[in-house]
């Protein structure tokens, strides 16, 4: 039979302050441009708060009944964390093979990490970084909570020794020592160049706060005052030093710039200051732990857990959506509000339905509730089943996950595949060879540009840019006449060796104008097509096109004005369209790189192929040796 659940005797402050800390973290993860550059010291919040509370409740358990009972400490424990952990695993683990790619990579370690309470070690073991964002895993957030639980499991085994200790304050005074030792190891492991990660995510190296908690929690036990005063200090001056100190939190969340330098220093720093704000928001009969536990703090601080959970996995599986890559290639500032709302919605949800059943009633009692609603009412009924029928798709889809899971993402097959080549190259012995081109430099008189009133509005610049080019452009020009003239400038041997074409303004285009510019300037010349930029329905079509028809000529590139443009419009007339002098300067310098580029890529291919004749040349002569 499962024990009742111990009564449960709130402590001021502790909900508002969770709900500070998750919000630092959620800030920091999904706006990592903003303020926040930090914001993983909300992860250390947690981290003393965990420590302070654990003790607090093994404390007073020992003091009520004489001793520790830890098969129920182990239980309660899994009520409050498996429950939100399974829901969030399997949903995000489905919603990941829905998505598919680089998104399932190692999928099968992380559910194991999730799983076992081991995320950390497991991440570490397998390569995974915390302050590098390539390549995300989607349960990384859940390193902390590993580090929490193997803190649950391991301290109850060690509080008897600290417990023969004479005195709550000699008993603090050791968990501090060990506090310090602990940091002490992250400062010079760091200094000694170890891997940040490793240090970051240690149970050994990270472990400060949640000891100093327990500093707090031996040094708080037992405490009876009969006035509402912390250490002399009166009401009013305790709700100033713990706003103070809550504020200089999130200070030392926007110290730095978001770079793993400012750690260790930047979470021990936020660790001291949330023990003061622990020790001043518990002390019996403070203000501040009520000022602190504001309604819609302490709501979300009652929620944070599945907040944290849930946003991480969110923000991994979005931009993923968005852009096939991890949060590092950018999330839109409201995708990422979005993120924040759903996480929000989620973790109420879980909250609802799905852990407040099961820390009320255990695991059994939930079964039995479930049971029982498909013995209810319809409506209830088909509620129950409903939960049932998703349980059972998120299982299946996990399991999908993890079958389906890459070990490596395309980008490190690619680079692996570079190395390897790489390697293979340096093994074998070769003469030395001709190195190959650098990068080519065009003079302005072997380009011919041909184009309509956006090239005209450039033309000083590309004069400035590539001096002697030869530009005939005209205001509303299309690409029908644009071929005209290219056949014309052919014809009377005019057409140089390179030719720009940017004639996307004033119409979609046509592959049989393409073409014709491309048969008149041959296969001894390269075409240089210029995309559009314009507040018009028809550019993006002209675009694709362009695009398109360059990717089946060899001979053919794209220079890129709507992606030079994009974002700085200031540089443009007022119709949004025609370059100002500016403007008219970047038109023409990405031309020029355009050109440049066709001439650089022009040479390398003739370097290679002179270097695969000499290559067969020399194989042919050593067959003939032999």
Known sequence: MTPPPLPRARIAGLDGLRAVAVILVVVYHLFPAGLLRSGYVGVDVFFVISGFLI?????????REGRIRLRRFWVRRARRLLPALATVVTVSASIAWLVGGDVLVDMGLQVLGAATFSYNWVSMADGGTYFSAADPEIFRNLWSLAVEEQ???????????????????????????????????????VAAGADLTRVYFGTDTHAFGLLIGVAVAFALHGLVVRRPSVAGVGPVWGVIVGALATAGIVGAAAVGGGEAITFPASSLAASLLTAVVLVIAAWPGSWFGRVLDVTPLRWLGERSYAVYLWH?????????????????????????????????????????????????????????????????????????LAAAVAAALALGGTTAAVAAAPRETTSQNAVDAGRDALAQAQAQHHPTPEPAPGAQTVDGTRVSAVGDSVMLASAPGLLQAMPGIAVDAEVSRSLWAGAHIVEDLAASGELREYVVVGLGT?????????????????????????????????????NRDLTAFAATHPRVAVADWAGAIAGRT???????????????????????????????QLATAQWAAEQTRTTLLEMLGADEDQ
């Open 506 to 542: 004033n119409g979609p285009v046509s592959t049989e104008a393409l073409q014709r510019i491309v048969d008149a300037a041959g296969p001894e010349r390269y075409v240089i097509l210029v995309n559009a930029s314009a507040p018009r329905d028809w550019i993006p079509g002209v």
């Open 151 to 189: 803190f649950y499991l391991l301290w109850p085994l060690l509080l008897p020794l600290f417990l023969l200790l004479p005195g709550r304050r000699s008993r603090a005074a050791v968990a501090l020592a060990l506090a310090a030792l602990s940091g002490a190891w992250a400062f010079t492991s």
């Open 312 to 384: 991480w996995p969110l923000l991994v599986l979005l931009s993923f959506q968005l852009s096939g890559a991890g949060p590092e290639a950018g999330v839109p500032v409201m995708a990422s509000a979005g993120v924040a709302a759903a996480s929000v919605v989620a973790a109420a949800l879980s909250y609802r339905w799905i852990e407040q059943p099961v820390r009320r009633h255990g695991f059994r009692g939930a079964f039995a509730l479930a049971r029982h609603g498909l013995r209810s009412r319809p409506s209830r009924r088909a509620a129950t």
């Open 55 to 63: 003790t607090t409740l093994l404390l007073r358990e020992r003091s």
């Open 570 to 600: 200031d540089l443009l007339a007022g119709d949004q369209i025609h370059p100002e002098s500016a403007g008219g300067e970047l038109y023409a310098s990405m031309v020029k790189r355009a050109v440049d580029g066709a001439a650089t």
